[in-house]
């Protein structure tokens, strides 16, 4: 039975503002650089783009700041894990120090932003802990720790944290931030918007023509056309995909957070176990001085696992035992990409259609990677060169541990398209209790019904309308989640979230 305490419906506390609103498009256009997605990575890239006098145009598909971006703990840091030893292993010293400093950039043009703009956004530096529970995590901090050393990281190691946690040590990297995301993208795509970018809502984009030439054009569900020199695609999943093949090289991981209230002094910092399951806390001052605890972790590969409910009860019983909940206010999960190698593809999207340019596989971490992206973008789409783009290339491979990865991602597909295939569904639609949403046989085939707490039932087409997988129900947010390639919609059957574009049939709605 699910705890009383936790919020009937998901919201996550960063939403919880007053935003702007755009028309949605109406007519074709013609600009310079068509931006698809009002996340972090477009957002930044179109503010970019637009102090240079180029002409820009933003689409979305539903509402800016709505998506990962909206969903996230909004750390600033360099600090994505336990990650350098593994960068140098497998990139080289210089490499990995490029990823350092290039995510450490992002830290410093959001600050520097801030104080040009005047932006209150809750910015504060912090340092950043990663925590081990387990003495063979506590040797691969030692290990991390020398990495840092190598690279010339400002570091610590630790033997406690200030929480009732029992830890075998923690790995602290030193001047890293926090703040509120949407406050301070809201600012910066109001400085895009009177530089003269146009932001389109609840326009999706469908396909892009004439990838190869140097004047591609977004084509979007509604028939509109987008004529352009450039394309960034910066919706998270690239919703144009197949020549590149994205939807093999990568695979969709969810994580969950909750923002409570306690009675308890919070000491400062942000922090992350390096053990499973993951556990990342931060706080963020509300009005009235009071903070909000946001409590992440959970991960699971998309429409794979148990009950999604249960990730926010476990989060919630970490919370009690940490803090004590005073009031349990949000909560919220996100999606998103692992790339084979855990670094981002940032770049053209192939290497015969370098007008379509990606960001893409952000590991979680698109606070700093999404802006960095941003900026790497506006360098590619300016002709100019920039310092990090070989390593964020979407055409690198490195053999260790690309190869490996590509293989058990791939099986693990095949494994579920299969599944869902075969499996058996004993359930009829008349049979759901108010509220609740499974796979069931309707009219002898497989598909999906929702029944909401008036009792209105949805029956939908379960298979995925991107490469034929069958969703699977995630109760927590009554959502249809593919568990292929990570699409999701909605209980009528809209696209949530890619690479599907196409929403699944509507079959019955009684």
Aim: include cysteine.
């Amino acid at each position: 039975m699910t705890s009383e305490k936790i919020p009937k419906l998901p919201k996550p506390y960063w939403r919880d503002l007053k935003l702007p609103s755009f028309e949605k498009l109406t007519e074709d256009l013609s600009v310079d650089v068509a931006i698809v997605g009002a996340g972090i990575t477009g957002i930044t890239a179109a503010y970019l783009l637009s102090k240079e006098g180029v002409k820009v145009a933003i689409i979305e598909a539903g509402s800016f700041l709505n998506g990962t971006t909206g969903h996230t703990t909004a750390k600033l840091t360099a600090q994505h894990d336990i990650i350098y030893d593994e960068l140098i292993n497998h990139f080289g010293e210089d490499k990995a120090k490029q990823y350092y400093l290039s995510t450490s950039s992002a830290i410093d043009f959001v600050e520097n932003k801030i104080n040009e703009l005047g932006i209150d956004c809750d910015f504060s530096k912090e340092d950043a802990y990663v925590y081990a529970t387990t003495d063979q995590t506590k040797s691969k901090l030692q290990t991390e720790y020398e990495a840092y050393h190598r690279l010339g990281i400002p570091g610590a190691l630790k033997d406690t944290i200030p929480f009732n946690v029992q830890v075998k040590g923690a790995l602290a990297m030193h001047n890293q931030a926090q703040y509120h995301p949407l406050k301070f993208l809201r600012r910066l795509l109001d400085e895009a918007v009177k530089a003269g970018c146009k932001v389109y809502e609840n326009t999706t984009a469908w396909d892009i023509e004439n990838a190869e030439t140097n004047q591609p054009v977004v084509v979007t569900k509604g028939g509109k056309r987008v004529t352009c020199k450039h394309v960034i695609m910066a919706s998270h999943y690239p919703f144009y995909d197949k020549p590149g093949l994205y939807f093999a090289r990568m695979y969709p991981s969810r994580s969950y957070a909750i923002g409570i209230k306690t009675d308890k002094e919070y000491p400062g910092g942000m922090y992350i176990s390096a053990d499973n399951p993951p556990r990342s806390i931060r706080s963020t001052p509300l009005e009235g001085g009071e903070k909000l605890i946001i409590i992440g972790g959970e991960k699971h590969k998309t429409g794979q696992g148990e009950d999604m409910m249960k990730h926010f009860e476990a989060l919630e019983q970490f919370a009690e035992e940490v803090f004590g909940i005073k009031e349990f206010a949000y909560r919220w999960s996100a999606q998103d990409l692992v790339t084979l190698d855990n670094v981002p593809y940032i770049g053209p999207i192939t290497q015969d259609r370098e007008s379509v340019l990606l960001a893409t596989g952000f590991k979680k971490w698109g606070m700093t990677t999404g802006i960095l992206a941003g900026h790497i973008l506006t360098d590619y789409a300016l002709g100019r060169d920039n310092p990090y783009k070989e390593l964020y290339s979407p055409h690198r491979f490195q053999a260790d541990p690309d190869l490996k990865k590509v293989i058990t991602t791939n099986l693990d597909v095949a494994k579920h398209l299969i599944k869902g295939k075969i499996e058996f569904v004993p359930k009829d639609p008349d049979e759901l209790a108010a509220g609740e949403g499974c796979a069931v046989m309707y009219n002898g085939k497989r598909a999906g019904a929702y029944k909401d707490d008036s009792g209105k039932m949805y029956v939908v087409d379960t298979t995925c309308t991107h490469l034929g997988c069958e969703c699977e129900w995630n109760h927590a947010e009554k959502t249809w989640d593919c568990p292929c390639h990570g699409s999701r919609y909605s209980y009528t059957g809209e696209v949530i979230e890619g690479p599907a574009v196409q929403g699944l049939d509507l079959l019955e709605e009684a």
